[in-house]
């Protein structure tokens, strides 16, 4: 494996793109493969047959591309198709899962945890059952929280729609006095201020792609994988439809400009 081989990521739409943040913070040198299928987002109301065809092709596209490793940044697909995605692929694959819930339950003082996220995140139990599996002790309650998709999208990061919306969805969380909450869905840390205004400065919020950065980053280090260059990496975006929708949201997510998008045909994707 080459080092200087990029790292990819793919997301069902343009969410996945605050852990390309967290990555390129942490990996300044390493090149990035951003793969957001667009054209068939969101994954969070389809069923898990359809995230499990859909998350294949995704990472099939990426291997093409010779990435170095694969980050699932899309907590439906990594509560989905991770494990259908490991025994297909022999490269490296990293959710959001499991390193969110390490770092919940490294976080929490009195083990009541919240966490929000798609209704398919949710439906499918993927936090709980894993902070069960790591500590059967912990308190879990869990919120879907749909709305929040379209409002970190549109940018409405301080608007009183926004904070109605979320004092709706987190009444429950804060009746059980979780102190630390999984932020379930890689749009969610754009709303984190409102988030948590409403939940209260006393909770800690878990950025699942904080956590995932950290795996990355030990994974690179520990097989001498890290790209070698001292020059800041390339990145390089790619879209299943809307290239500039997603160039105007991406530069909301990342606060810089952005420029090497480019739209592929779903065809090339599915292999039809």
Known sequence: MNRSNPIGIFDSGIGGLTVVKRISANLPNENIIYFGDTARVPYGSKSNSTV???SIQDAN??????????????NTASSAALDALRERFEIPIIGMIEPGAKMALETT????????????????KAYSSELLKIDPKAEIVEKACPLFVPL?????????ATYAVAEEYLKELKSAKVDTLILGCTHY????????????NEVRLIDSGTAAT???????????????????????????D???KFKEVAERFLGRKVSNIHKVDLEEITGN
């Open 109 to 124: 003082k009195n083990e009541k945890i919240g966490v929000i996220g798609t209704n398919a995140t949710i439906n499918n």
């Open 242 to 244: 809307l290239p500039i």
């Open 61 to 74: 596209f990426l291997i093409k591309k010779n990435v170095k490793l694969i980050v699932v940044a899309c």
């Open 152 to 160: 970190a999208e549109e940018g409405w990061l301080d608007h009183k």
């Open 189 to 200: 840390p754009i709303l984190s201020k409102v988030i948590q205004d409403v939940i209260g």
């Open 214 to 240: 950290k795996i990355v980053e030990d994974y690179l280090n520990g097989r001498n994988l890290r790209n070698p260059s001292n020059n800041i990496g390339i990145h390089e975006y790619y879209v299943s």
């Open 52 to 54: 499990i065809e859909y």
